[in-house]
């Protein structure tokens, strides 16, 4: 299988080359060249098979010849055995014809865990093969940092800095990434919130001369194999309600873009997926430009779904790739005029994109509402984001079809929204319950390129 960049610049990369690259040299998203297909046998033979052997079937075509067969098994078997629910990602039924897909049992309590613990175990294997070493720089408004440290934390041929937005962070998120005691893992609080971060990031990409010297790779959903491993969950939830018999469809709560079109992908691998819903909270820029056409960020405002406060969203850029029927040339023009502010989707692309995404919004009340009424009615607690997803949903889903509601991340990450919309207060896991406990190692940075740089450059001797 061979990857190719979203702006059509970048070398043609294999699978393992893609992953440990990060974001393309011509500052785009890697994806497959093809898409590859499971055919309504091969969906239907995935009944009754374990999250694993369903893993491996799904993304084995994506990671070709990188491991021989038994090397990929074994890889997917050590990523998910920490997960603390046997189905791994469980469904529960929330209303007659809703359903919310768990995907909070990894040990960072987010959907995280589900790529970040395999890619840990790819750049584990991969890493060892060839006697590299890499320095992971990745951005987080609070659960890709925590999950990326926790599947890197001790690994002898890996460094990791997470910035993560000063402030702006639940306070379990930021323990869960400041605790580790491991040297080569490093929480960064910028001045700044996510969309900083993220910027930093791609800018040390998009520096060649640091980019080479510390050997930069990405763990954030700009690798492809981080999109991938969450290509799975849509699978084995839609196999257990029917697929590929009976068609589902997925709400997502949506910041990055990267969870919801893992989704997209599944649709293109022949999943009978109906509708593909975009939950935004009022950091509604996704939702707006579905409506609208226009892309224009216009400030990050805090929410009490704090992951999901995004205004660039990077993954958006694969769903344009694939909207302006992958003509890299557009999408760098795209980008471009970004850089400059906004951009506005042509007619023909707006309408790719509403025949594969549909979208809503949910804001602050609405979210603490359905926190208090789900858990009223059906004894289901959810986290914010969750919540922001099934509000979504609620209004979107149809009778004729199966809704299923992506609960992204565990309601104790952030208790003090849980506990002001409910009355209650979700406890930590016990693997978890000393967190507050645990001595904390944080280094403040300003939003500064230069200052970043050096200071990894410093910690890494390069
Ligand atoms: C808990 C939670 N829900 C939803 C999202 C949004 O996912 P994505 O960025 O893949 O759209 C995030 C962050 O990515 C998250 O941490
Ligand atoms: N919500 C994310 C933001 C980073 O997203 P990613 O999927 O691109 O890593 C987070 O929790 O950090």
Redesign the pocket.
């Known amino acids: 299988m061979r990857y190719i960049s979203t702006r059509g610049q970048a070398p043609i990369l294999s699978f393992e080359e893609a992953m440990l690259t990060g974001l393309a040299r011509d500052g785009g998203l890697y994806l497959p060249e093809i898409i590859p297909q499971m055919s309504r046998a091969d969906i239907a033979a995935l009944v009754g098979v374990s999250y694993e052997e369903a893993a491996y079937r799904i993304m084995q075509p994506y990671v070709g010849d990188t491991f021989t067969e038994d090397e990929f098994r074994a890889i997917i078997a050590r990523a998910y055995a920490g997960f603390g629910h046997a189905a791994r990602a469980p469904l529960k039924q929330l209303d007659s014809g809703h359903f919310l897909l768990e995907l909070f049992h990894g040990p960072t309590l987010a959907f995280?865990d589900f790529a970040m613990q395999l890619i840990g175990q790819l750049f584990e294997a991969s890493l060892k093969r060839s006697g590299k070493r890499v320095c992971i720089v990745?951005?987080?408004?609070?659960?890709?940092?925590s999950a990326a440290i926790e599947a890197f934390r001790g690994l002898e041929a890996v460094d990791v800095f997470i910035l993560y937005p000063h402030g702006r962070v639940s306070e379990v998120q930021r323990r869960q990434m400041s605790t580790p005691s491991e040297d080569n893992v490093h929480a960064i609080a910028l001045d700044g919130h996510?969309d900083d971060c993220q910027a930093r990031v791609k800018d040390m990409f998009n520096d060649f001369e640091f980019r080479d010297a510390v050997g930069l790779a990405g763990v954030?959903?700009?690798n492809w194999a981080?999109v991938l491993a969450q290509v799975v969950y849509y699978f084995t939830s839609a196999v257990s309600l029917g697929a590929p018999h009976r068609k589902v469809s997925f709400t997502v709560p949506t910041?990055?873009f990267?969870d919801i079109f893992a989704g997209y992908i599944a649709k293109r691998m022949g999943l009978p997926i109906d509708r593909l819903v975009v939950a935004t909270n009022q950091n509604d820029i996704l939702h707006r430009c579905l409506s609208t056409s226009e892309y224009k960020p216009d400030g990050v405002i805090p929410s009490i779904s704090p992951?999901?406060d995004?205004q660039v969203s990077?993954n958006f850029e694969r769903a344009l790739f694939e909207a302006y029927d992958r003509d890299g040339a557009a999408v760098s023009q795209l980008m471009e005029e970004l850089g400059a502010g906004a951009f506005n989707v042509s007619q023909g692309a707006l309408q790719a994109l509403r025949e594969n995404y549909d979208s809503g919004r949910c804001d602050e009340d609405e979210t603490r509402a359905t926190i208090r009424d789900a858990y009223t009615r059906t004894g289901e607690l959810l986290c914010p984001h969750g919540a922001v997803g099934v509000k979504v949903a609620e209004e979107q889903r149809d009778a004729a079809t199966p809704m299923i509601t992506l609960a992204t991340a565990h309601p104790a990450k952030f208790p003090d929204a849980v506990e002001t919309a409910s009355g209650l207060h979700p406890p930590l896991p016990p693997a978890m319950s000393d967190l507050y406990e645990r001595e904390e190692r944080i280094t403040r940075v300003a939003n500064d390129l230069g200052a970043i740089e050096t200071l990894i450059r410093e910690r890494t001797g390069n």
């Open positions: 995280k990745g951005a987080t408004s609070g659960d890709t940092g996510f954030n959903s700009i981080r910041g990055n990267g992951s999901m995004i990077s």
